[in-house]
Structures are given as structure tokens and as C-alpha cells.
């Protein structure tokens, strides 16, 4: 069975930084660009990053370019984002997900961790 | 790209036809999908291309159009239907921009 578990989120101060990670299981990870995709408290689906399947291009939204950084380590089947700079607005669940085709929509998600940020 | 759904939320009665409208504010040729979210889950992909339903989606799913204008209709809706559903545009990125939700209701 394909899976994404996500981890690392949790309460921080504004100006904090988090370390989120996304386990994958049960298909070639190496294969597949991979994204981060948020939802704040109540609100809809926001897209974050983007990283190929290599490791070697990744994308941002505007609102955390310079902030938060995508990464993966295809050996150990996981996929990252340092999150840095931390505002209350980027409060939310934050989802990791495959990315389908090389297209960019996506397949599999993980079940989300929550990142909150208040002082 | 903007995307925009509408409406924001649709009542519908069990069985009755539904029909989900989103709209992008330039022309996403036929690069998009749809997904559906219930509460306290992920999402989950539902169709791409505009039309193509993902695995192991029902029949009653069904996605058209193209450039700025795309619908999805479920054709008979059924319990677990009820929930929120969004479009996502990936013609032109970055970013990946998502509409607003329509939140399907029991009537």
C-alpha cells in the first residue's frame, strides 16, 4: 500500500523553524517529484513546494520562498521542508504529496502535520 | 493563475445530480484535476486531464471542459459524497493554485 506519514510539526514562537518530514512507503519514492501542500484552520488547500525526483529543482510559492526549504533523501525514502522564519500565518496542517505524472497533480497524500505558530 | 469555484456551497438531496463549477482567471487549457476532502482527511485525487477519473473512482464522477471554464458532475449523489471538493490548475506553475472549495451539503 502506497503511504505518506508526515512528522515534525508542532508549536513555535514567530521566527521559529521546524523540520517536517514525510516518510514514504510502498512505492519507488526515487521516481516521483513529491510536494508540500497547506491548509490553514478551516480555510482550503494552499501549495507550498515542489522538489523533482532527484533532488536537483524545486519550487516555491511566493509567500515562503527565502523561508522554507524543500529537500529529500531518496535513500532513506523521505522527503523534507525546513520551515524558517515562522509567521502566524503560516499556521496549518501541512500535507506532503506525490505528484502523479511529472504534471503536477497529485496521487497520494499523507494524513498532514500540524505546524503552529504563536507566541 | 486564479481559480474560482463556485458555488461556495450546493444542497443537494441524496440521489439528485450535482454540478461543481470552477473558472480560471486565464486559460489552464485542459490541466486540470479535482479533488475531494472530508473531514479530517486528506485529500484525495478524483480526476486530471479535466476528464480523466483517477483509480478507483466511480462512474458517477465525471469532469469536462476546457481553457477557463471546467464543471464536475456527480450524477446521483451518494452519502459519502457529501463533502468539499476543489480544482487545481497545474498549466502554468509555479504555483499550483487551488479554488476556493465548494462544499457539498445534504439538503
Known amino acids: 500500500e502506497m503511504q505518506l506519514v508526515e512528522s515534525g510539526g508542532g508549536l513555535v514562537q514567530p521566527g521559529g523553524s521546524l523540520r517536517l518530514s514525510c516518510a514514504a512507503s510502498g512505492f519507488t519514492f526515487s521516481r516521483y517529484w513529491m510536494h508540500w501542500v497547506r491548509q490553514a484552520p478551516g480555510k482550503g488547500l494552499v501549495w507550498v513546494s515542489h522538489?523533482?525526483?532527484?533532488?536537483?529543482?524545486?519550487t516555491y510559492a511566493d509567500s515562503v520562498k527565502g523561508r522554507f526549504t524543500i529537500s529529500r533523501d531518496n535513500a532513506k525514502d523521505t522527503l523534507y521542508l525546513q520551515v524558517s522564519s515562522l509567521r502566524v500565518e503560516d499556521t496549518g496542517l501541512y500535507y506532503c504529496a506525490r505528484d502523479m505524472h511529472f504534471g503536477g497533480y497529485m496521487d497520494v497524500w499523507g494524513k498532514g502535520t500540524t505546524v503552529t505558530v504563536s507566541s | 493563475i486564479v481559480m474560482t469555484q463556485s458555488p461556495a456551497t450546493l444542497s443537494v438531496s441524496p440521489g439528485e445530480r450535482a454540478t461543481l463549477s470552477c473558472r480560471a482567471s486565464?486559460?489552464?487549457?485542459?490541466?486540470l484535476a479535482w479533488y475531494v476532502q472530508k473531514p479530517g482527511q486528506a485529500p484525495r485525487l478524483l480526476i486530471y486531464?479535466?476528464?480523466t477519473r483517477a483509480t478507483g473512482v466511480p462512474a458517477r464522477f465525471s469532469g469536462s471542459g476546457s481553457g477557463t471554464e471546467f464543471t464536475l458532475t456527480i450524477s446521483s449523489l451518494q452519502s459519502e459524497d457529501f463533502a468539499v471538493y476543489y480544482c487545481?490548475?497545474?498549466?502554468?506553475?509555479?504555483?499550483?493554485?487551488f479554488g476556493g472549495g465548494t462544499k457539498v451539503e445534504i439538503k
Open positions: 486531464g479535466t476528464s
Open positions: 486565464r486559460s489552464v487549457s485542459s490541466n
Open positions: 522538489i523533482n525526483n532527484d533532488g536537483t529543482s524545486t
Open positions: 487545481q490548475q497545474y498549466n502554468n506553475w509555479p504555483p499550483l493554485t
